[in-house]
């Protein structure tokens, strides 16, 4: 029966005829008392008394002796010994061991250690004395008692032992750490070394210590190096050095590689608008210049709308580094910002300027007067010259012709199968006897220009009769020997090229008509000379064609030769331009003809300056051409041009627009002066280089300081608040105007300014931790500054119940610990 237990059991399933049993299937440790009982033919008899209780367990002897007992290592006064375990432990557990010694030829042992004191198998034996021979053996014991021990052969003396520092190689066969951005890394180093090295962390050129960032934890036997929460700025290789001064080296380097793995950084800039439309734009960058330790997976594209924060998506999933941003509205200005991504997370931004959706040219210039040429019954030919220099900035795609019959106000398109490209056209499905004329127009990506001048009316016939009279034959000039005629192309040239024409002449009282010119004149101007002084004289104009000589046009009125005194005028014809537009760099040409008897002088001015030194002027009797070479802004504005002689005088105004960068803008004024921050003020630019100001870039420098620094680069407002100004310190500012073609020259304050304040409380002062004899502080940064970058915190403190602070200490950071309290 089981001493817990009221319950008998019976131990043997059949009788025996033994006196004696052995007894299984008990529970080790438990206790039990047996009872028996005899058995005959007639039953079974009573029960012996019960035996007295016996507990079930194993006999226990003593331990055997431990085993390897050596020398692991030695100092002047101390051994550290070393063994394994006894193979048999007797039955029981080991429960501590007995360490003794004895010194040369004694041979009486003395117990070193205390009662159970050694509980693990090794040992430090201290106290010793130097140059002393030792012998030693240890003894194991449970709970039966102490076993026999394992006794050192060869004595040992107590020395310093010196052994060269030596890096585990098992740990230096791995050379490098991976870890994601935000982890702790732990470099954990074992090292052997007598006596224990000096451990040295260093990465690049800088020596590691420990900081916030990095902990290092050195043993006797190995160092641990712990980065905290690591950036991608902490990747690279560190180097280990451990040093004794021992050996050939005297020191031992080992080199390890961190590398963080996160999200890139944002794709180099700038971000490249490389063409602008009204309805996208093509937008192009470079890729980061550090990937975050992945491979680049793609780039997402967003944009905004400049009149509103919330950004939209474009594309999420760009593979190549140029993008064409589809679907935008016309005439509104956008940004854009486009981040990379790789498998760890998206990179921070990186941003365009602003830019309008709108077409970078316009609609082109109106082409040639149309000719008309191979007139048949029901068709003829026109030709046009494409516009000269006014293409619009874009390839012209094609020309719109047009046709008017005499009789009607309405315009009708020429009807083709194909788009007219060339510049000239075949016109068929005419009505004989019809007069037509045509204008033409031409289109590009921007639309359709304006049209070019009408042609002549042209008659639809078979091309076999000479010209009609040419158009109003005027007198231009006169002398005492001289006439000069002018006249215009007759409006019918009989369906075939006007060859030239003939002049004729008769005293204004006879009618008796000469030929003047010997040869056909082909222009349609000519002077007759040699006349008799203040003669009458009636003149006449033929042309002619392959058919011969048309119709002729008579002078209304005799002409008398004599000397005109005419006041000067000034000849503008269809291709007059009073404003020209030019780029920086390139040349102004300015031509004007003129007319005037006696021959006018020729004057050119700038109505707001002076003419520039560059300014070339070329004058004749009849003309003067005004040109600057590489013109830039200050060659803007107008410029007058005016003939004068004794009858009087003419002038005329061209506007000339220089596209350039901006000039720079109107004075600069301050106000809110304060510690750190001052308000600028100006006036826009009064030249704006021919485009919109986008924006203004303000600079400062301390007046001590040659380099400026930019402090804001996209300032749309002619005002501007600048901040973080170093207390006490004098600056200059400036401010310089930006367009389409760049960034103007600046306006430079000429006195320093100094603005001076001291910086507001630090907020929130909280403990973070506390010991018996320390805490830990922080606190947010004050919300204003004074105008000057925060160098650093003084912490001070006082006791309960005192009136005086001292000073616990200073720190650049938002924490500290204040210790020895």
Known sequence: RDKKSLSWFKVTKETIRDTRQKVTGLVENSEYHFRVCAVNAAGQGPFSEASDFYKAADPIDKPGSPTKLKVVDTTKTSVTLGWIKPVYDGGSQITSYVVEKREGEDQEWTVVSTKGEVRTTEYVV???????????????????????????????????????????LDVALRTSVVAKAGEDVEIMIPFKGRPPPTVTWRKGDKNLGADERYIIQNTESSTLLTIAQVTRNDTGKYVLTIENGVGEAKSKSFTITVITLGPPCKPKAPLRIDEVKADSVVLSWEPPEDDGGGEITGYSIEKRETSQMNWKLVCSSAARTTFKVPNLVKDVEYQFRVRAENRYGVSPPLLSADVVAKHQFRTPGAPGKPVVYNITADGMTISWDAPVYDDGGSE?????????????????????????????????????GNEYEFHVMAENAAGVGPPSDVSKLIKCREPVSPPSAPNVVKVTDTSKTSVSLEWTKPVFDGGMEIIGYIIEMCKADLEAWQKVNAETVLATKYTVVDLEA???????????????????????????????????????????????IVRAGASIRLFIAFSGRPVPTAVWSKADANLSLRADIQTTDSFSTLTVEECNRNDAGKYVFTVENNSGSKSITFTVKVLDTPGPPGPITFK???????????????????????????????????????????CTRQIFKITDLAEGV??????????????????????????????????????????KSSVVLSWLKPDHDGGSRITGYLLEMKQKGSDTWIEAGRTKQLTFTVEGL
Not at 412 to 420: A, G, L, W
Not at 558 to 580: C, G, W
């Open 672 to 714: 809110d002066v304060t510690r750190g921050s001052i308000t600028l003020m100006w006036d826009a630019p009064a030249l704006d280089g021919g485009s919109r100001i986008h924006h203004y870039i303000v600079e400062k420098r301390e007046a001590s300081r040659r380099s400026w620094q930019v402090v804001h680069s996209k």
């Open 534 to 580: 203040g003669e009458h004289y009636k003149f006449r104009v033929s042309a002619i064609n392959g058919a011969g000589k048309g119709e002729s046009c008579e002078v209304t009125a005799s002409v008398q030769t004599v000397d005109r005194l005419s006041a000067p005028e000034i000849d503008i014809d269809a291709n007059f331009k009073q404003t020209h």
């Open 126 to 168: 201290s106290h010793l004395q130097p140059s002393i021979n030792y012998y030693f053996r240890v003894s194991a014991i449970n709970c039966a008692g102490q076993g026999e021990p394992i006794e050192m052969t060869e004595p040992i003396q107590a020395k310093d032992i010196l052994v060269a520092p030596e890096i585990d």
């Open 730 to 771: 004098a600056y200059y500012y400036r401010v310089a105007a930006e367009n389409e073609y760049g960034v103007g020259e600046p306006y430079e304050l000429t006195e320093p300014v100094v603005a001076t304040e001291e910086p507001a409380p630090p907020k929130r002062l909280d403990i973070v931790d506390t010991t």
């Open 396 to 432: 012209i795609n094609e020309y719109i012709l047009e046709r008017r019959e005499k009789k009607s106000m309405r315009w009708v398109k020429v009807s083709s199968k194909r788009p007219i490209t060339e510049n000239r056209h075949r016109v068929t499905g005419l009505i004989e």
